[in-house]
Structure formats: structure tokens, C-alpha cells
């Protein structure tokens, strides 16, 4: 799978994969995911395209590290010791949330890949152990991993895709001009709550469906 560890090719001077990927990166960061090309990046780095290639087949797997890079930025939780389980991974999931939102060209990458590069594999790990220790059986472990990294993933993608700053209010004016004008007799209950469904209040609405991601496995650990 692309951008898993591998053996490079004979390496051509001057540059290395993490170099290239911290640029890429920077690129991103800077410039945005539609400005984006191998051909900005050859420039950015002051080498030909082909000598990129030397050390990533494609953009593809270039796609597949910058993910990776990414969420090594997240903090592991405490294997064995500290706060409770619940805690650790409320903390987990806020710390993946803000880390996917400070990179948002590269979260946008994220859906339809495996986030299993080597820091994604020890994301994986940590957290499926830290649940196996808590008394899930294997079964649970993995869902709750799932659940939960889908749920940040899911909830952050929709975050940088809706926009941010004036651009975000833009978007929020659109929708609540749109929910306005419906008709109050045919969708009553939306058009009652459309100013609160539209109040800007994402991390509060994060932090409730986590909680309630977490307060599920609890039951589940329990009955």
C-alpha cells in the first residue's frame, strides 16, 4: 500500500523523503490543497520534478505520508497510567480534532484512506490497547478505535469543507437564508430549531457527540 515503509530507490542528491515531505506539507499549509501540483513542489524544493520520484512513486503515496506526518503531530494517551480510559481518550479525540484542523488541505486528503502509516499504526495501537486494558474484549476494542477516529475524521473533514472565518459566516448566512425560506407548515420542526442548528458552536457540538461516542462504550463495558 502506498506510503507504508519501504526500501527507496538509489537516493538522488540533495534531497530526502522527509524533506520532501515537510515541504509538500508547508505547500499545503500555505497555499491550499487546489494549488497543489509535484511541478509547485519540484519548485518550492528548487529541484526537477523527476528527482522527486526518486524518493515517492507518486503523488499518491506523497498523499499517503503527509497523512501520516499529520496525525503523528496528535499526542499518544498514557498506555498503563494517569486519568481513566474515558478521560484519556476524550483527550485523544480533542487533540486529533485540533491537529486535523491546523492542517486543513491535508485533512482533506483523509477520506477513503487507511490512516495506517507508521503513526497512524501507533494512533491504532495505543488506543485498541488502552481499551483492551480497560476490560473490552477484542471486538469492542476495535469498534471503539474505529468509532472513534472515524467520528474526529468525519466531524473535521465536514469542518474545513463548510469553511472558516469569513467564509464560514458566508456559508452560515446562505444556509440560514435557504432554512428560512421553507415552509413552516411542511417542515415545522426544522424551521423551529434552524437558528440553533445554525449557532456557531462546533467545538461545543465536538465535545457532546464525543461524550456520547465514550458514555456509549461505557454501557457497553458495563452491561
Known sequence: MAGFPREEHAAAPRLDRAEIVRAALDLLDRDGFDAFSMRRLAVELEVK?????????????????????????????????????????????????QVLLSHPAATRLLPGRLPFGPNGLRLADRVIGLLRRSGFDDRMASYGYLVLVFYVIGFAVQEIAFGKGAANGARLAEVGRYLGGLPADRYPDLVA??????????????????????DGLVKTESA
Do not use: N
Open 49 to 97: 520534478s523527476p528527482s522527486l520520484y526518486w524518493h515517492v512513486r507518486s503523488k499518491d503515496e506523497l498523499f499517503d505520508l503527509l497523512i501520516d506526518t499529520v496525525i503523528g503531530k496528535c499526542p499518544l494517551p498514557a498506555a498503563d497510567e494517569g486519568d481513566s480510559w474515558q478521560r484519556r481518550l476524550s483527550s485523544l479525540g480533542m487533540d486529533l480534532r
Open 193 to 214: 430549531v434552524a437558528d440553533e442548528l445554525l449557532a456557531p458552536r462546533l467545538t461545543d457540538r465536538f465535545e457532546f457527540g464525543l461524550q456520547s461516542l465514550i
